[in-house]
């Protein structure tokens, strides 16, 4: 996803933070599209700290992962780092009401 952000808008820059350092394929990805210049990887814990000073935050996937609690605690970590221009972008799937077979319910099976 931000790859394609990047590819798509020159003028952004990124920092990718994560528990995990990138994989060879993510790193060659970012190299292959020209972008791997405006990319950071940055390996930490989410519920220590998160980068500060961005324009944007996007939790892709992350929040539905936890309790309330814990999902509280994340996004704390998220105010606490972001200036008061910045916004913040949660990017989660919607379990659709119903019996009806759908993806988005595999992801909500704790």
Same mark, same amino acid.
């Given at each position: 996803m931000i790859a394609a952000a990047l590819h798509a808008h020159s003028d952004l820059q990124?920092?990718?933070?994560?528990?995990?350092?990138?994989?060879e394929e993510t790193q060659q990805v970012f190299a292959l599209s020209g972008i791997a210049d405006r990319a950071d990887f940055m390996q930490?814990?989410?519920?220590?700290?998160? =980068?500060?000073?961005?324009? !944007?935050? %996007?939790?892709?996937?992350?929040?539905?992962?936890?309790?309330d609690p814990a999902a509280t605690a994340i996004l704390g970590k998220c105010r606490d780092a972001m =200036?008061?221009?910045?916004? !913040?972008? %949660?990017?989660?799937r919607v379990v659709p009401p119903g019996n009806a077979p759908s993806e988005a319910k595999l992801f909500d099976i704790c």
């Open positions: 990124a920092v990718i933070f994560d528990r995990s350092p990138p994989t930490g814990d989410f519920f220590n700290a998160v =980068p500060d000073g961005g324009d !944007l935050y %996007l939790l892709k996937s992350i929040i539905h992962n936890w309790d =200036p008061e221009h910045a916004r !913040l972008v %949660l990017a989660e």
